[in-house]
């Protein structure tokens, strides 16, 4: 059981825009720790998508965006084309009595139909 | 650009420590937090933990009790250990570079290059 709650699946049509969710608490997101965002496609190792809650590395495409808010925070995806179809990763740190540590979300398997 | 490659064991028998390396080539490891990540087959991403360039680490609580990361910043390598494995510790293992949060923006810039990762396999 992960500590910040994604959606196991979302889909889309091309062109469309999706969103996928991040759901955490007062002990990660909520305590003001940032979001991160990574994609990994199928059979590679994961990449930096969005780092501080809404900032993307150089080369990512501006279709990606990411919002924090709350407890939350979400990951949209803008112009949905087929190479987006990937696996999806929520990050942050959640605090403890030894500290704050880096948790990931489950994961989100997007489809682009 | 900055590289990472992991190495080590693909399979290791249950009891046993598992032990793999990551060689660091085309930059410094100074001011980064050198990480280690794991993925079990079909599963999601799992940190592990990482070690600072001066040497200072901080683990998973979940596994802090069978896990060491050390460095060699003179061979340009950090190495991560794993001790009395099961079958539960089959996954496919990254090693990436995480920047951390910076003082001036106060932005957490993650891990911004990582491993092709390596299959680490134990039978039950």
């Known amino acids: 059981q992960s500590v910040l709650t994604q959606p196991p699946s979302v889909s889309g049509a091309p062109g469309q825009r999706v969103t996928i969710s991040c759901a955490g608490s007062s002990s990660n997101i909520g305590a003001g720790y940032d979001v991160l965002w990574y994609q990994q496609l199928p059979g590679t190792a994961p990449t930096l998508l969005i780092y501080g809650n809404n900032n993307r590395p150089s080369g990512v495409p501006d279709r990606f965006s990411g919002s924090k808010s709350g407890t939350s925070a979400s990951l949209a995806i803008s112009g949905l084309q087929a190479e987006d179809e990937a696996e999806y990763y929520c990050q942050s740190h959640d605090s403890s009595l030894s500290g704050s540590h880096v948790v990931f979300g489950g994961g989100t398997k997007l489809t682009v139909l | 650009q900055v590289q990472l490659q992991e190495s080590g064991p693909g399979l290791v028998k249950p009891s046993e420590t598992l032990s793999l390396s990551c060689t660091v080539s085309g930059g410094s490891m100074s001011s980064y937090y050198w990480t280690w990540v794991r993925q079990p087959p079909g599963k999601g991403l799992e940190w592990i933990g990482y070690i600072y360039y001066d040497r200072s680490t901080k683990y998973n609580p979940s596994l802090k009790s069978r896990v060491a990361i050390s460095i060699d910043t003179s061979k340009n390598q950090f190495s991560l250990k794993v001790n009395s494995v099961t079958a539960s510790d089959t996954a496919v293992y990254y090693c990436?570079?995480?920047?951390?949060?910076?003082?001036?923006?106060?932005?957490?810039?993650?891990?911004?290059?990582w491993g092709q990762g390596t299959t680490v396999t134990v039978p039950s």
């Open positions: 990436a570079r995480e920047i951390g949060y910076d003082i001036l923006t106060g932005s957490n810039y993650g891990m911004d290059v």
